[in-house]
T-cell receptor
Framework: NAGVIQTPRHKVTGKGQEATLWCEPI?????VFWYRQTIVQGLEFLTY????????DSGMPKERFSAQMPNQSHSTLKIQSTQPQDSAVYLC????????????FGPGTRLLVL | QQKVQQSPESLIVPEGAMTSLNCTFS??????FAWYRQHSGKAPKALMS????GEKEEGRFTIHLNKASLHFSLHIRDSQPSDSALYLC?????????????FGIGTRVLVRP
């Protein structure tokens, strides 16, 4: 079991550019979550999917952020027109549907917007 | 909207001592309560979770939950230098980790040899 895989591990973009972050959940896990972590705000929920369907995107900044889960083996988080305040570590997590009470986190993608 | 707060912000404890961390939440409908630990530069990793009032012990770790007080805590017995990390509490309205988690900002713990 390779755990949750996130790519790239580091990404540097210029202000106004687009950034796409990838997540591969643990095989067999039905729920996939995206969080963002900064020193000031801590670990904040963005959005999640269950069985590939979007369930809750209440944490997503409007307009520039979007997430998709085209198949059960990967999810993407896309940020359009990146801004310096988008700089953060973006974490993906997955959990199973069998009542296991843990979300397993990936190592994160550190995004720096210059 | 759920508010989750942790105290203290940081803590230094001598090796072998007890470490005690606190978490308060605002939504009385919350059903799932957990502690995660994050070593520097690493992913958060679940330590323990609890669903009902009371106490749960696993090895050196004990979690207490008091829903009426909107409070739960983590106690680490015989603290080790390897316990030095950021500790995050997490709460969910749902009844499992298969739902959105709201995290506190964390308590940074340093265990001195």
């Amino acid at each position: 079991n390779a755990g949750v895989i996130q790519t790239p591990r580091h990404k540097v973009t210029g202000k106004g550019q687009e950034a796409t972050l990838w997540c591969e959940p643990i095989s067999g896990h039905s729920a996939v979550f995206w969080y963002r972590q900064t020193i000031v705000q801590g670990l904040e929920f963005l959005t999640y999917f269950r069985n590939q369907a979007p369930i809750d995107d209440s944490g997503m900044p409007k307009e520039r952020f979007s997430a998709q889960m085209p198949n059960q083996s990967h999810s993407t988080l896309k940020i359009q027109s990146t801004q310096p305040q988008d700089s953060a570590v973006y974490l993906c997590a997955s959990s199973s549907s069998t009542g296991e009470d843990t979300q397993y986190f990936g190592p994160g993608t550190r995004l720096l917007v210059l | 909207q759920q508010k989750v707060q942790q105290s203290p912000e940081s803590l230094i404890v001598p090796e072998g001592a007890m470490t005690s961390l606190n978490c308060t939440f605002s939504d009385s409908a919350s059903q799932y309560f957990a502690w995660y630990r994050q070593h520097s530069g690493k992913a958060p990793k679940a330590l323990m979770s609890i669903f009902s009032n009371g106490e749960k012990e696993e090895g050196r770790f004990t979690i207490h939950l008091n829903k009426a007080s909107l409070h739960f805590s983590l106690h680490i017995r015989d603290s080790q230098p390897s316990d030095s990390a950021l500790y995050l509490c997490a709460v969910s309205i749902g009844n499992s980790a298969g739902n959105k988690l709201t995290f506190g900002i964390g308590t940074r713990v340093l265990v001195r040899p």
